[in-house]
């Protein structure tokens, strides 16, 4: 069972994704709170709690500098923020300050559901809608520019597959299920790619990928996935 305290000034906001939580077995919601305040003074009673849901903007202290004071108070309880502020400046500072996953307020149920699942895992989650509008802007800010893009590499119909499959945040596993591959078969395809664009990780891969032609921004549109 995962506990979770929601921090809300909005009520119907706070009862909404409530109710949105506890249709799941494995999640029990165990303290709504209203503000910062109001969630300091409820852990100081050391409740067993696994995550803290919090919108970034409340009156008295935001969510920011809400996770840094826990922080440098040396609580390390997993934090998920929920934001309407789509933009590097905010994100950033926000996993600077300590946060484990960044969330826009407009993603479906169950991609806060797989956020959750990832941060309790120890590993932290930024909202696909916010990357792909963050890497639109980035986009555009290189067309304005009028910077010439790299010079095209020739991708097998496999490879595209497995491309967007690692866009869409698939694993190994995933993609060679989805694909009826092997998972050795889907690592050395990735590896290839990985050679070939010269990039490091998934994350560069899909920036290059999209920056570059190879998948556009509505992929996930044109997909049943």
């Known amino acids: 069972m995962i506990k979770i305290i929601l921090v809300e000034d909005h009520r119907l906001m706070l009862s909404s994704l409530t109710a949105l939580l506890e249709k799941h077995e494995h999640i029990e919601v165990i303290a709504e709170v209203r503000n910062a305040t109001e969630l300091f003074a409820l852990l100081e009673s050391k409740p067993k709690v696994d995550l803290i849901i919090s919108d970034i903007l409340m009156p008295e202290m935001d969510g920011i500098k809400m996770i840094a004071t826990l922080r440098g108070n040396g609580n390390e309880v997993p934090v998920i923020l929920l934001s ?12 600077l300050a300590g946060a484990n996953a960044y969330l826009s307020k407009n993603v479906e149920i169950d991609e806060v559901l797989f956020a959750i699942n990832t ?27 009028n910077v010439p893009n790299a010079a095209k590499i020739s991708f097998s119909d496999r490879d595209f597959s497995v491309l967007e499959l690692i866009a869409d945040g698939r694993t190994n596993q995933e993609i060679a299920d989805h694909l009826f591959l092997s998972r050795r078969t889907v690592e050395g395809i990735r590896q290839s790619i990985l050679d070939r664009t010269g990039v490091k990780n998934s994350a560069a891969l899909i920036k290059y990928a999209i920056l570059n032609g190879y998948i556009g921004f509505n992929y996930s549109e044109r997909h049943n996935y």
């Open 84 to 95: 309407m502020l789509e933009d590097e400046k905010h994100s950033s500072a926000a996993f």
């Open 119 to 145: 941060v309790v895992n120890g590993k932290r989650y930024f909202s696909s809608e916010l990357a792909i509008s963050i890497l639109e802007r980035f986009h555009k800010q290189l067309s304005d520019k």
